[in-house]
DNA sequence: CAGCATCCATATTGATACTG
DNA sequence: CAGTATCAATATGGATGCTG
C-alpha cells in the first residue's frame, strides 16, 4: 500500500480517495478548504448573499480570488449561482444541499478549532521558548 | 459588521474567530486544511509514524514540505515529535489528544466529500457543457 | 535515518483598469 | 452591480547537496 488509499475515514475502500494524488476529491478537498473557499462557504452558510456582499463580508479576498473561487465552487456543486437579467445585474450566491452539508463539517472543524486556541497559544509559547534557546 | 466575525459556528462571540483577518486561528486553520496538513494528520490519524514512512504514505509531498507542515503542526500543538537520541536516529510523530479531535473533524469532512463526489462529477459535467456552448 | 540550506521554476495573489 | 483582463509582486514547491 503505497498511498493513503485503504483505511480512511468511512469507508475501507471508498470509490474516491482523497489521499490518492490524481483523485477527482482531491481537488474539490482544495477548493473546499482553500484560503478562501472555506470562508466563502462559511459565509453562504448562514445565508444567501450577493457578490459585493460576500466581497465585504469574507474579510480580505480580492475581487479576483472571490470570482475564482465561486466558479469553482459551483462547478462543484457546492454553490448555486443565480444571476437575474435585471438592470442593473443581481447575481444570489447560495449553497446546495451538497454544500449545506459540507459546510456543517468545516464549520464543525472551525469550532473545535475555535475552542481549542487557548491550548494552541499556550503550544507555540512553549515550542518557541523551546526552539529559541 | 464588516467581517465575519460574529455568527460564526458554535458561538456569537468566539474568544478567536477564523474569519477575522489577524486571528491566530486563522493561521491554524491554514495548517491544517493546508494542502499538507489534511493528508498529513488523516495518516498520522491511523498511529504513530515515522518521517519516512510518513512520507512515503503521504503520495506527493517533498520532504522539505513534510518536514514544514510537520513543524507547523507541532507549533500549535497538534502534533507530537518523539525524538529518541539512538543511532540511526529514530523520530516518532504522532498526535496529540487536540490533533486527535481535529483528526476526527477533518475526516468527517473528507468522508462526507468522498461520498458526495458522484454529485460533483455531474455537476462539473453539467456546467462544463453549459460553459463550453 | 532525519533532516536543514540553497537555488530556481512556477503557481498564486493582488492591484489596477476596463466592460456589459 | 458583477464581473473579466492584464501585469507585477510574492509565495510555494521541488531538486539538489550536505550534516549529525
Known amino acids: 500500500m503505497a498511498t493513503l488509499s485503504a483505511g480512511t475515514a468511512s469507508s475501507p475502500h471508498p470509490a474516491f480517495d482523497v489521499f490518492a494524488r ?6 474539490t478537498l482544495e ?25 465585504r463580508r ?5 475581487e479576483k480570488m472571490l470570482s475564482q473561487t465561486l ?5 462543484d456543486g457546492l454553490v448555486l449561482r443565480d444571476a437575474r437579467p435585471t438592470n442593473p445585474p443581481r447575481v444570489d450566491y447560495s449553497l446546495t ?10 464549520r464543525a472543524l ?7 486556541m487557548d491550548e494552541v497559544m499556550a503550544a507555540r509559547e512553549r515550542y518557541d521558548a523551546r526552539e529559541s534557546a
Chains 1, 2 share one sequence.
Not at 22 to 27: K, L, M, T
Not at 71 to 75: M, N, T, V, Y
Request: charged share 25%; with cysteine.
Open 31 to 55: 477548493h473546499v478548504t482553500g484560503r478562501w473557499g472555506a470562508l466563502t462557504l462559511g459565509a453562504l452558510y448562514e445565508g444567501t448573499l450577493r457578490f459585493n456582499e460576500l466581497r
Open 22 to 27: 490524481g483523485c477527482p476529491s482531491r481537488s
Open 97 to 106: 444541499p451538497l454544500g449545506r452539508k459540507v459546510a456543517e463539517r468545516l
Open 110 to 116: 472551525i469550532s473545535c478549532l475555535e475552542s481549542g
Open 58 to 62: 469574507v474579510d480580505g479576498v480580492s
Open 71 to 75: 466558479h469553482a465552487l459551483e462547478r
